[in-house]
């Protein structure tokens, strides 16, 4: 089982090209690698509505807003291009930085509102890069359809605002976040943790799960769901939470729950910094 | 002689993607309409180049930075059309300000450092403006080549950088200010102007023309060939001069003029504001 692998955008733009002209449609998978079951769910997401599938592999500098992160994130290239053939996957894109950065770039998108709390007040310039990255990888693969983890719901909304106020003509389409057993949301990030961590780090969806639980029993307090949550993480003395939020679909904070919201966490244990997220419905 | 008139982003797509599927290339002259010879100069360029001339006329609300300036800009849709069929366009696209921004805009394409000088400085907004609506039609039009003023310097640049840094499947063509005879460079603000104004106004392109001379004939200092292009302006009480630079092609000021440089010039005839620069060739 096997994958093309093109690292220049001119040849991948070419044979892109040739299969568009052919008729067949195009799914894209943007990835950073350190691929898992997670990635897999997008691949076979998009296998399954695309005639040909093209995974993007881009440790994304712009997008790093500590150094030290940016280096120590996995990098596991010809496992993930085994991975994506296992998983359906006809192109494997791969540029280098100097691909995709060949001068100083000058031009960035950005989404201020969307990126305002959660993710975005605690990492800047994070969005800026990804939103951007994602801008030129849209250009250079024009897919029909890209395929991304609901895991980043902040990235999932900035992406789905960006394409429709940008009127780029591609479906975004939001895959599940998968998990291990005990709910621990997979995450490239997820390698990194000690034993102990990793005993440790399944709390985050435990504390999502109990506010989600409380907001379906009635609670309509905000402060009342994080401060319930706040103590179950409590419980892990190796968890130091950033932040816990509910927010709406625009990735805002409310003050009162009256509609449909998702509880969003982001934590350190140690070096790692984790994430995770549910969706509450409010009949 | 007629042109097809689409107002629907929808309908605008099929029918280019049709085309497209025929193997036509698309050449699109983005406008705000008040259509003057200058357009002309841009759809002949885009007829001899393209299958399929697309004009788009939408005045952006999204770039202008004061209200009265958006209200009072000319709108002329009939003799548009009636102009561009005569300019070998295929399709108008003219679009409503509700099909363009169906919602609230919170996604935004920014080059910092081209905007900082020249106009980006004196007209807040005005360049996020064109860039975002820019890669909007960008995303709708699709097209293999958009032909673009030279009169708009800054607007140019910026919109090249963009189409290099987002990697825009585009080649963005640069075509010749047109004047008049006596040098005005044309503009849709110029039918604004009082009789006495524009007799005035051909004083900015003399200006120009002075400063392009000195440097032709050794100055390297910017500073002396401002302040000649200046006195020159003075001459004409009525033009009121906003900024007057000398440019590299990153629209950045320079300390010395040691290679190619621009001239760009701004300036207010009582409430209209007119804009021209000229290349200098340093050998």
Known sequence: MSVEVITAIRQLRQRLSALRRQGRSIGCVPTMGALH?????????????SDVVVVTI????????????YERY??????????SAEHGADIVFAPSAEEMYPQPMATYVEAPEITQYLCGAFRPGHFRGVAT??????????????????????QLAL??????????????????????HDGLALSSRNQRLTADERKAAPILFQALSEGRHLIASGERQPAK???????????EPLVKVEYFEAVD???????????????????????TRLIDNVLCRVA
């Open 225 to 235: 769901v994080k401060a319930a949550a706040l103590a179950v993480i409590g419980r």
């Open 133 to 154: 990255v994602v801008a030129k990888l849209f250009n250079i693969v024009q897919p029909d359809a890209a395929y991304f983890g609901e895991k980043d719901a902040q």
């Open 74 to 83: 996995a990098r596991t290239f010809e496992a993930d291009c085994q991975f």
């Open 159 to 180: 992406i789905q605002q960006m394409t429709c106020d940008l009127n780029f003509p591609i479906e975004i389409v939001p895959v599940a976040t998968v998990r291990e």
């Open 249 to 271: 679909e625009r990735m805002q904070p409310v003050e009162k729950i009256q509609d449909d919201v998702r509880l969003a966490v982001a934590a350190w244990l140690g070096p």
């Open 37 to 49: 079951a997670g990635h897999g769910a997008l691949m076979e997401r998009a296998r399954a509505s």
């Open 58 to 69: 881009f440790v994304n500098p712009l997008q790093f807003d500590r150094r030290d992160d």
